[in-house]
């Protein structure tokens, strides 16, 4: 079975930090997705980005970026000049096949970031 | 756009009560999942639904928790009998096509569900 592994399950930072979450996946398939959502403390899950296994390319957005390296198999989530706004669980997910058709989405176990004045 | 709908917001019940939670998915979505989460177990999914059919109901707890969808706009996730290990946040989400063809889920903003 698939499995996304977010070792660090709280990090506190000060705002204007830079901080970098980690995502570790396991997956026999040749083609998958990542995903990051975020989940604000209101509790909503907010889709952030994806990424296929064949684009490897980073990607920015804002004070956001993404870090996708197949070589070891993570995709890591960094936030510049933290905001205390960006407080919230972020999860990272793998896209898996269904033996009856479809993709679920895998999901890690989430990373508390908690960004303080 | 509504987005993906869920009620009730918040549920509280007793144990042994029966619980229905409620979905709506966005219009023209294909696919429907129903996920729970809890601080142990993280994001899990329950049961996922395609053109209103069942697919893969193996993430479903046991025999006290069952699914449909009668159409394309409407689901339900049922408890019965409802235990205290079932609270957690229930959340439905909505796909218009799977989501490995680079195709993210919508989520609902989940129902709290407390069983005493």
């Known amino acids: 079975a698939q499995k996304v592994t977010q070792a660090q399950t709280e990090i506190s930072v000060v705002e204007k930090e830079d901080v970098t979450l980690d995502c570790v996946y396991e997956?026999?398939?040749?083609?998958?997705?990542l995903f990051w959502y975020k989940q604000p403390p209101s509790g909503e899950l907010v889709f952030l980005i994806r990424r296929n296994s064949f684009d490897e390319q980073n990607e920015i957005s804002g004070r956001y970026s993404w870090n996708f390296q197949k070589s070891t198999s993570s995709f890591n989530f960094t936030i510049t000049a933290s905001q205390v706004v960006d407080s919230a669980v972020y999860f990272c997910a793998l896209s898996e096949r269904f033996t009856g058709g479809g993709n679920k989405l895998t999901f890690g176990t989430g990373t508390q970031l908690k960004v303080e004045l | 756009d509504a987005g993906v709908i869920q009620s009730p917001r918040h549920e509280v019940t007793e144990m042994g009560q029966e619980v229905t939670l409620r979905c709506k998915p966005i219009?023209?979505?294909?696919?429907l999942f129903w996920y729970r989460q809890t601080m142990m177990r993280g994001l899990e999914l329950l049961i996922y639904?395609?053109?209103?059919?069942?697919?893969?109901d193996s993430g479903m707890p046991e025999d006290r928790f069952s699914a449909k969808m009668p159409n394309a706009s409407f689901s339900t996730l049922k408890i019965q009998p409802s235990e205290p290990r079932d609270s957690a946040v229930y959340f439905c989400?909505?796909?218009?096509?799977?989501?490995?063809?680079?195709?993210?889920?919508?989520f609902g903003s989940g129902t709290q569900l407390s069983v005493l």
């Open positions: 989400a909505s796909s218009p096509r799977p989501v490995g063809t680079n195709e993210k889920l919508f």
């Open positions: 219009s023209g979505h294909d696919y």
């Open positions: 997956t026999r398939d040749t083609t998958y997705y």
């Open positions: 639904f395609n053109n209103n059919v069942p697919i893969d």
